[in-house]
Every structure is written in structure tokens, then in C-alpha cells.
């Protein structure tokens, strides 16, 4: 069997609230009848604190965790999580997450525009 090959303009990320400031990212490609990834959280005015995110163990390393920051950094200025596995690990210190030492979490800030965010 052929591996599968992303074809990122065929992705997209569809945001669902859940009720009580929880909300659930999932990243679909129009190839498969599953998501890619999901993660989930709750909004803390301009911060989406992670509360669970998954990649399907054959999509990682191809963008998808990226994608769906993407679409939460429409919504949010900062994204915090906790560390997670060794592979989750890698990914926030490859992506430049900061480590806050007080609260325990990694967190990633938007990078851009200050005025008219």
C-alpha cells in the first residue's frame, strides 16, 4: 500500500464551540472521511488554553498541529498547553513555544501586527 501524501490545499479546519467557553479544532483533509487532528480547549479571553490535541500517529510531521494553530491565532493572541509526550514535547520546542516556570505551560504567542489585531 502507497503511502498517503498530504495535499495541503485540500485541507481545512472547522471550529465547534462545545458550550461553557470550550471549543474543538479539527483538521480534515477532502480525501478522507476522518480528521487528521483535533485539539480542544477553552477560551480565556484573548488565550486558548489546550486541554487535548491528537494527530493521527501517520499525519505527524506534515503541518497539521501548524494548520490548526493557523485557525486558532484567528480567534486568539496566545495559545498555552502543557507538555504533553515526547513527540508533543519536541513540537512546541521546534515551534518555539516559551516554558512558563510559574504556571507550568508552554505558550505560544501570535507573531504580527500589534494594531488592529
Known sequence: MARWKPEKETWWVDCRPLGFGLTIYALFDKTLPFPLGLVWGQTLGKVFLVYYSFILPWARRMGVRTKMNEEI?????????GGGTKGGLAFLKAKHYRYDKVSNEWYL????RRHGE
Open 73 to 81: 491565532f484567528r480567534y486568539h493572541r496566545v495559545i498555552r498547553t
Open 109 to 112: 504567542v501570535k507573531r504580527g
